[in-house]
């Protein structure tokens, strides 16, 4: 099991563009949640999806949505681009019922808005 | 509104010195803390839980929540805990609710 995995794990992108990030959760993991990690900072909950809905929101603005499939596997998009989007954008997959807490992260895609 | 405090951003000691790393913590309801840790190169991955009470790589953390802390200890350092250090809290109830992250701590452990 490779863990959660995550694509690309760089893009770079101008002002007022639209991205797509993609994270795979690791076997047997129904739960994605996001994570944005800007630069000398930790990471800040983006939302997080179950059963391809969004179950948790953290604030931040609609231009952040996301998506995931009937394969748990979830996606983020981001409109609109600002230059302050510029970020470590972390996935983290987890069972939502399991008897111990513990998210497990992948490596993250950086994200350079210019 | 809930947040994760970490007042040091690196912390430097010599090998065999006792580190602690302090986290402080607002929340008003039973909260769930942990400790992530991050590797030179690799990623994000939880070292210990409060509700654990257990001792990974020699670290422990005890969360007091009359000083609403959870500071990490370890007696003697060793050059491969030199890491970046995430104190989080957990607040959705503990149904894998989503974490609040501290700015974190680099500890460098030096020869």
């Known amino acids: 099991d490779a863990g959660v995995t995550q694509s690309p794990t760089h893009l770079i992108k101008t002002r007022g563009q639209q991205v797509t990030l993609r994270c795979s959760p690791k076997?047997?993991?129904?739960?994605v949640s996001w994570y944005q990690q800007a630069l000398g900072q930790g990471p800040q909950f983006i939302f997080q999806?179950?059963?391809?809905?969004?179950?948790q929101r953290g604030n931040f603005p609609d231009r952040f949505s996301g998506h995931q499939f009937p394969n748990y596997s979830s996606e983020l998009n981001v409109n609109a681009l600002l230059l302050g989007d510029s970020a470590l954008y972390l996935c983290a997959s987890s069972f939502l019922l399991a008897a111990t807490y513990e998210q497990y992260f992948g490596p993250g895609t950086r994200l350079t808005v210019t | 509104a809930q947040r994760v405090t970490q007042p040091e951003k690196l912390l430097s000691v010599f090998k065999g010195a006792p580190v602690e790393l302090k986290c402080n913590y607002s929340y008003s309801g039973s909260p769930e803390l942990f400790w992530y840790v991050q590797y030179s190169r690799q990623r994000l991955q939880l070292l210990l839980r409060h509700i654990s009470r257990e001792s990974i790589k020699g670290f422990t953390a005890d969360l007091n929540k009359g000083e609403t802390s959870f500071h990490l200890k370890k007696p003697f350092a060793q050059e491969e805990d030199s890491a970046m250090y995430y104190c989080?809290?957990?607040?959705?109830?503990?149904?894998?609710?989503?974490?609040?992250f501290g700015k974190g701590t680099k500890l460098s452990v030096k020869p």
């Open positions: 989080a809290l957990s607040w959705y109830g503990g149904s894998q609710g989503n974490l609040i």
């Open positions: 076997s047997g993991h129904d739960t």
């Open positions: 999806y179950y059963e391809e809905e969004e179950r």
